[in-house]
């Protein structure tokens, strides 16, 4: 069984940074993708930063140049460390992994999700 564990959400002023980091633990194989989503009050979850398991990234356009997406040295962490944050970033931040466990199943999990609120 493979579980994600969230932290570094927090408030923070415009202009100021945060790291977010997802840790996955369990019986895993492969990581094939980690992601990162964030769903603001009344809009639908939308994809912020992504990475293959080859280190390919890709960044919805309203965050290219601010956010960072990195895997960490043990392959299983992803982080999303955040720069010049804005009002328009306040949302919950929730990472997606997909993967291959050692028994062969594919997963597709995603994490409980950590606040994010930036105040001017």
């Known amino acids: 069984q493979v579980q994600l564990a969230e932290s570094g959400g927090g408030l923070v002023q415009a202009g100021g940074s945060l790291r977010l980091s997802c840790a996955a633990s369990?019986?895993?194989?492969?990581?094939?993708?980690m992601s990162w989503y964030r769903q603001a009050p009344g809009n639908e979850r939308e994809l912020v930063a992504t990475v293959t398991g080859r280190g390919v990234t890709n960044y919805a356009d309203s965050v290219k140049g601010r956010f960072t997406i990195s895997i960490g040295n043990a392959k299983n962490t992803v982080y999303l460390q955040m720069n010049n944050l804005k009002l328009e970033d306040t949302a919950v931040y929730y990472c997606?992994?997909?993967?291959?466990?050692?028994?062969?199943?594919?997963?597709?999990?995603w994490g409980q999700g950590t606040q994010v609120t930036v105040s001017s």
């Open positions: 997606n992994v997909l993967g291959m466990t050692m028994a062969w199943r594919n997963f597709d999990l």
């Open positions: 369990g019986i895993i194989h492969r990581i094939d993708n």
